[in-house]
């Protein structure tokens, strides 16, 4: 999965449309150049792949300010399912907590509440797996790999997977909770964070 295609079409839907230099603007207010590594070339790239693949529509061309003119985007039906089949995937997957997972968490306030806590609650046994299967491994010297120096690796796997299984922890305290405004919750007063306009 790509966290970049993930914020392109998570960042379009919570304008309604967008154009490139809209989208970059608002990841570079999160510092997604740095926690996704999102460049503004993969911007625009995926921009064009997504519209190639049916998933954005075109749907205005702005004058730019000094430059050339900017086209506009809206998530298309498949677009739409796209975006939750991605941010099931990061919140659920426990592999790769990089950037699909910080992707995944700047979205995760678009859905129902419920929904939320179930896939970080099967992200949690996934990742209670990895953590026990990281433990076992680095504390058996017999199938540990020689030299005996590389058993400092699965240490850190094993702390790794020990901070990830905490933090999913508290991220669903937090939700059983009721912290962050989730899509559930939205009325006349307030909305979710990254939902469409109303």
Same mark, same amino acid.
Not at 108 to 137: F, G, N, Y
């Given at each position: 999965m790509s966290a970049t295609r993930l914020l392109v079409l998570g960042v379009v839907r919570m304008h309604g449309s967008a154009h490139g230099y809209q989208v970059r603007r608002e990841l570079l207010t999160w510092s997604a150049d740095k926690w996704a590594n999102v460049k503004p070339g993969s911007i625009y790239h995926a921009l064009k792949k997504l519209a190639k693949e049916g998933l954005l529509a075109e749907v205005a061309v702005e004058p730019g300010d000094a430059g050339p003119d900017r086209l506009a985007y809206r998530l298309t039906d498949d677009g739409e399912t796209e975006f939750q089949v991605l941010l099931t995937r990061a919140l659920s997957d426990p592999q790769d907590p990089g950037p699909e997972l910080g992707?995944?968490?700047?979205?995760?306030? !678009? *859905?129902?509440?419920?929904?939320?806590?179930?896939?970080?609650?099967?992200?949690?046994?996934?990742?209670?797996?990895?953590?026990?299967?990281? !433990? *076992?491994?680095?504390g058996r010297p017999d199938i540990s790999p020689k030299p005996p120096h590389v058993r400092e690796l699965y240490e850190l796997w094993r702390l790794h997977a020990e901070t990830g299984v905490r933090w999913t922890r508290g991220v669903i305290e937090h939700l059983e909770a009721g912290d962050y405004v989730m899509a559930d919750d939205a009325d006349d007063t307030v909305s979710a964070f990254g939902t469409p306009p109303q």
């Open positions: 992707a995944g968490m700047t979205f995760l306030t !678009t *859905l129902p509440r419920q929904r939320a806590i179930d896939l970080l609650r099967h992200h949690l046994v996934r990742a209670e797996a990895e953590l026990h299967s990281a !433990t *076992l491994i680095g």
